[in-house]
């Protein structure tokens, strides 16, 4: 049972671990419940949380449209209480020992793993996404604590003699309090993925997840309680971008910022934060990213791998991942050939309401709308999926886009161009290696890319000119916790993961000690 709050729904979400439960709770309710924020180890809401209803933000289901949930759009003074309790529990925090910080993110880990499925039912339906789906980034969060709570207990540094004179080591400290601002498209895993190193590595944080899906979050704070995390250590603030976000970002009193979202949010955090040049950044930015077909990985023995993953990196979380390949260049001679067997693959497995799950907002879901009317205006060919009907908000139907696959896309349109972050695809020949690397870093964004062949030399070859921070080879979304993830170009700046996660959360200082 999670500690007691003032909030009386806060136990019955606890006890809502089948989706059946969760959804009679939901209409039991005859307006929207309110979340609260977590500041100080403690649930309750912003001083100034009633003032008004533009203090308030609505969050709807995505697959009936209907409000589940209401949140407080913390205001500056709130946003500042908060950061003051994280700055009140630094200097404790930051001298705990490894084993001590250890021991608290491992119970996070395991007390996230007895509730599987209770953060799982709720992930799926506040984004939308299947309930599978939604189990697979609950598993991640859960191995985010796990493998950051162990990774502290091996860590190196490095020491050196300068010709006998003097013996210098690097020591690393906690870098102070973060701000961690995680996206709406997988908000469990990616928020987890920022505390559990900051807190790994001594380090205090005000988190702010997007205020299109705050659910998790919210449930997040009673797994701190339970697990025994100091009060003020991590605290969880609910808001939009422009008053909650930007007030946390640009505190003086904010060490440093991990941030994963769009582009343009990203550069606002840089603008904000210029003149405090002490700031760690850690941006994690949009991307459109390509996945290359060739030919030889159509022959028969590797043909059925090359479209599951294609079709995988493709539609996986209806699009809304980061990471999705959206733009498949395949060479020429095998083109018309993959065209149709991806479409047919597509078509069986990816199925709008049982494998496919609703956009997560009807914000989104007009903009994707507006990229495919505009397909239908350039006289794209569609394979698959068409433009769906504009919605109202009172339309309690749900944002559902079917799967769409489009060839006969100018270059320069805007639906190759633009990152869509939705279940569409465009194909488009290529001739030669040259040119399939060319398309391939013909954009602002660098994140990610998909190689598709059995060429070992070209994988080497190909994967090495690719602008992308991350590339897989006839694979997609493996991962490592303690590989670099990050993007170049507009994909953002920085990299996180094991050793460069705690590049983001610490400070390195050389010491130098005379020999004699």
Partial sequence: MLPSTSDSHLDELWSC????????????????????????????????????????ITSFEPKTG??????????????????????????????????????????????????????????????GKTLERARIEVDRAISNFSYFSTFILHEQTAARMVDGVALTYEHRSPAGVFALISPWNMPLYLLTW?????LAFGCTAVAKPSEITSMTAFLLGGIFQRAGVPPGVINIIFGDGATTGAALVASPLINGVSFTG???????????????????LSLELGGKNPTLVFADSMEPSVRDRTIRVAAMAAFENQGEICLCGSRIYVEKSVYSDFVREFTAYVKQK???????GAVASLQHYDKIRKYLELAVEQKATFHL??????????????????????????????????????????????DSEQEAVQLANDSEYGLAAILLTTDGARMRRVGE?????????????????GT?????????????????????FTVLRTLHLPAY
């Fill in 385 to 430: 999926g068409s433009a769906p009907p504009a919605l109202s908000e009172n339309e309690a139907q749900g944002y559902w886009i079917e799967p769409t696959i489009l060839t006969e896309v100018a270059k320069d349109s805007a639906i190759q161009i633009d990152e869509i972050f939705g279940p569409v695809v465009t194909i488009t020949p290529f």
């Fill in 194 to 198: 920022k505390i559990a190193p900051c």
């Fill in 350 to 356: 990816y199925v709008l309401r049982e494998t496919v």
């Fill in 465 to 481: 000119q690719l602008e992308a921070g991350l590339v897989w080879v006839n694979c997609w979304l493996v991962r490592e916790l």
């Fill in 484 to 504: 670099p993830f990050g993007g170049m170009k507009n994909s953002g700046t920085g990299r996180e993961g094991g050793e460069h996660s705690r590049d983001v």
């Fill in 262 to 280: 769009g582009t343009q949010t990203g550069i606002a955090i840089r603008r904000l934060t210029a003149h405090q040049i002490g700031k760690h």
């Fill in 66 to 127: 209907r409000p589940i949930y209401t949140l407080p759009c913390t205001q500056t003074d709130a946003v500042e209480e908060a950061i003051r309790a994280a700055k009140s529990a630094f200097p404790s925090w930051s001298k705990t020992t490894r084993a001590e910080r250890s021991a608290i993110l491992r119970r996070v880990s395991e007390l996230l793993q007895e509730n599987r499925e209770l953060f799982a039912i709720w992930e799926s339906i506040d984004q």
């Fill in 17 to 56: 671990d089948t989706l059946d439960k969760a959804s009679s709770f939901i209409t039991s309710h005859s307006s929207p419940f309110l979340l609260h924020n977590f500041v100080g180890g403690m649930y309750s809401a912003p001083h100034n949380s009633s003032a008004s209803p533009s203090q308030h």
